[in-house]
């Protein structure tokens, strides 16, 4: 026979609604076990996840940090694409500038990316100066392009009409 029930080990539950004590007294009754180790039970479940689970404040702040994290490697990668885009620019107007001058001594060799692009297919002034990376304003490496599709025209390999440049040896 069991002993008196021990008041230290009570727990006094009070549900809004006798509807809502029903509810869950029928939900013990499915599980086949009583009402109070039903309620102990989803206790203790509450309780484990959430021990696997970080508090909604600490993900929110680990959130915050990583998404400032976030935005600074994105600032730093759009500096680093200016810089290369930058560094790519001098190299070619380099580059380019040695081959285009008067006083150029040895072989000029066309820029193989030129003549890639042109091997594509149909292509405007513009788009072609925009796909190679070279802007309007950089007017060395421009006329280093022009004088290139000068050379590639005169000995027959490109013709240009009104669609823009054609590439015509296969």
């Given at each position: ?14 549900c809004s609604?006798r ?7 029928e939900l013990?009754?499915k599980d086949?076990v009583?009402?109070?180790?039903y ?10 996840e959430?021990?696997k689970?970080p508090p909604?404040?600490k993900?929110?702040e680990?959130?915050?940090?990583l998404?400032?994290e976030?935005?600074?490697?994105r600032g730093?990668a759009k500096?680093?694409?200016?810089l290369?885009?930058?560094y790519?620019?001098?190299?070619r107007?380099l580059r380019?500038?040695a081959k285009?001058?008067e006083?150029?001594e040895?072989?000029?060799?066309l820029d193989?990316?030129?003549?890639a692009v042109?091997?594509r297919?149909m292509?405007?002034?513009?788009k072609?100066?925009e ?7 950089d007017h ?5 392009v022009?004088?290139q599709?000068?050379i590639?025209?005169r ?6 009409d009104?669609?823009?440049w ?5």
């Amino acid at each position: 026979m069991p002993g008196k029930p021990d008041p230290r080990r009570y727990i006094n539950i009070y549900c809004s609604s006798r509807e809502q004590k029903n509810y869950f007294k029928e939900l013990a009754e499915k599980d086949g076990v009583s009402l109070s180790e039903y309620c102990l039970s989803m206790m203790e479940r509450s309780v484990s996840e959430q021990a696997k689970n970080p508090p909604r404040a600490k993900v929110s702040e680990n959130m915050k940090v990583l998404e400032e994290e976030l935005a600074r490697l994105r600032g730093e990668a759009k500096t680093n694409d200016l810089l290369l885009k930058r560094y790519e620019a001098d190299n070619r107007r380099l580059r380019e500038a040695a081959k285009f001058t008067e006083d150029f001594e040895g072989e000029r060799q066309l820029d193989t990316a030129l003549i890639a692009v042109l091997r594509r297919g149909m292509i405007h002034d513009y788009k072609l100066l925009e796909v190679l990376g070279i802007g309007p304003e950089d007017h060395e490496q421009t006329s280093s392009v022009q004088k290139q599709l000068e050379i590639l025209e005169r000995h027959g390999m490109i013709r240009k009409d009104a669609r823009g440049w054609r590439w015509l040896k296969k």
